[in-house]
């Protein structure tokens, strides 16, 4: 049985450079580690605006992949990638 998969965005904003982190959760059809979600194309759909400055541009720093845990078998995998994100995020 397949689980939804969970990741954080650590996201720095691009005018104040405060970091932030961001969760997303994907379906079960979704990617299931970082390398897919990049792949994916999801990425370019998250919206992001700095808590500080209102700033919407954030370069993302790094991407954590957690399992729910009732699903995961094993430890929580994670990788570290450098994209920039821009986009204004509903409030």
């Given at each position: 049985?397949?689980?939804?998969?969970?990741?954080?965005?650590?996201?720095?904003?691009?005018?104040?450079?405060r970091?932030?982190?961001?969760?997303?959760?994907?379906?079960?059809?979704?990617?299931?580690?970082?390398e897919?979600?990049?792949?994916?194309?999801?990425?370019?759909?998250?919206?992001?605006?700095?808590?500080?400055c209102?700033?919407?541009?954030?370069?993302?720093i790094?991407?954590?992949?957690?399992?729910d845990?009732?699903?995961s078998?094993?430890?929580?995998?994670?990788?570290?990638?450098?994209?920039?994100?821009?986009?204004?995020?509903?409030?």
């Amino acid at each position: 049985m397949l689980g939804r998969s969970r990741f954080t965005l650590h996201i720095r904003c691009f005018n104040c450079l405060r970091e932030r982190a961001k969760d997303i959760e994907v379906c079960e059809s979704g990617p299931m580690n970082v390398e897919e979600l990049i792949e994916s194309g999801l990425l370019s759909q998250v919206k992001f605006s700095c808590f500080h400055c209102d700033s919407v541009i954030g370069q993302l720093i790094a991407i954590t992949n957690t399992q729910d845990e009732c699903v995961s078998s094993g430890p929580a995998n994670s990788s570290k990638e450098n994209r920039s994100l821009s986009g204004a995020e509903g409030r």
